[in-house]
């Protein structure tokens, strides 16, 4: 806040309460207003208050520019009266998906099996957030704000923990962070800082910290989400059914951006996010980022918040490799998502005309990926099972 109203020159504005310059009294506002009284000593702590919520209003502009960069508001969701999401009729259960990218989209791969589920995806970076956003756009129609699917939206933000702030308690707020990015593949664009070498399999190209540049994002945390934009009316809000995560190190935080609201439902006992995908990396792989984790921790943190992995996979599955997998984690008591909807063992070789294709793409499933072996259809921890289930264990 006082980065915005020291944008405006000290000449232009000045208070009603001792003809302080307006940037320093926003520093002391947001310090309680804990002026030394020959100051200040009249002003109050509520006239201070509305005086900074008056300003911030007069502050924000449509456009500025910032160390070489020029940044826009722009509006890019229509919200219902009382500040949730519109969701349309039929809505049965909430698919959130952050770091969507443009490629292997929940929209393509996962929303076509659930005709009752509604999407929200985040994509804090541009070009993937404007190709997503036109995924279904057709010329001469006009496209709701921010809906690219009559079941999703799409906003371009970035999730994670927010600064709490007493100031701001029930009123609408955001935060914002720096997008790091260390070269020209975007996985190496995080919040985390990228460390020298880091690599997510023997074929990527390392994250170069030295040339390591930032760009601010809007940030909005997981139990924002669910505590505003998917609250009920009459309390509590919609669970999250699945989250998948692809957040280049900051799987584990983003989730933990749910704080309280992360399992249990406060007043309920419900599970609020009933399963998670997240990319986990062998722990052969060096790490990319600073304060990010292989397989093993992962583990161990989803454990702790309640989680168990699906399928019964486990670090040893990378065989020493390093590569990165997409693993979901589920609640106690809850079946995988894509439980009796997509093939299963054996299924997946059905009327392929390659010699031992099981083999050939689960023996290495590094190099079954290279093969080509995996797609939306067919995913290895499906197909592969009888590497980590008994073969006595059916789906029913």
Known sequence: QSQMIDTIQDASVRDACGGLALSVQAQMLLQGCKLK????????????????????????????????????TLDVLELLPNGTIPLPAGTGRIFVEVGANSANIVDVEDLPHFPDAFLISFEPLVHHYAKLLSWHTRGGELQRLGRYNSRAVALPMAVG?????????GKSKGGSADLLIGNDNDFCASLLRPLEGGMAGGDAKPCEPKALHARKVPLVSLKTVMDRWLAWEGGGGWPIDYLKIDAQGFDIEVLRSAGDRLSLWWH?????????????????CKPMYEESNGCSGIMT???????????NRSCADFDGVCYEDDWEFVLPGIRPLHHKLLPWREECWEGL????????????LRQGAKAGCWDATHRPSRCCAHRWLPEQVVES
């Open 37 to 72: 009284t020959h100051l200040m000593s009249h002003c109050c702590r509520w006239l201070a208050l509305e005086l900074l919520f008056t300003v911030l209003h007069v502050a924000r502009a449509s456009w500025t520019t910032r160390d070489g960069t020029l940044s826009v």
């Open 353 to 364: 005309d390659v010699p031992d294709p099981k083999a050939l793409c689960c023996s290495n």
């Open 301 to 311: 943190l989803m454990a702790d918040m309640g989680y168990q992995v699906a399928y």
């Open 268 to 284: 309920l006992g419900l599970p609020r996010i009933l399963r998670v995908l997240m990319e986990m990396p062998g722990d052969a």
């Open 161 to 169: 923990p927010e600064v709490e702030d007493a100031y701001f308690e």
